[in-house]
């Protein structure tokens, strides 16, 4: 089995409870972490159509990122869904999704949300 990882995958998107968050936005960091059973890309063939494409993941992380949510737990919840439905060789899968700078009435760096696949 062969982990691949996609880290701090940085965004500024419109996702927040707040009013003002949702309008003007923040940066967010992403990290994906994928089971991937293409052992053969490894010892074999050297081929990417024999393992997960990360720009595939990007993309589609980009693309979840760009919708609007409320909770951090619905954003990751979508990524996790997306990656789940568009990488379906793949074994567990881990999302975390990180709002950096919340406003939270003091000096917080980040609060992050961590789903996987069971």
Known sequence: MIII????MRFYAHHGCF????EIGTYFSVDVSMESPCS??????????????????????????AQPSH?????????????????????????CVSKLNPPLGGQVGASKVTLTTE
């Open 40 to 65: 053969m890309a490894a010892v074999q063939s050297d081929r990417l159509e024999d393992t997960i494409n990360y720009q595939s993941v990007y993309d589609a992380v980009k693309e979840e990122m």
């Open 5 to 8: 990882e996609l880290l701090d």
């Open 71 to 95: 909770l951090l737990e619905h954003v990751a919840g979508r990524i996790l869904d997306r990656l789940k439905d568009d990488f379906r060789q793949s074994g567990q899968i881990k999302v």
């Open 19 to 22: 009013e003002e968050e949702q």
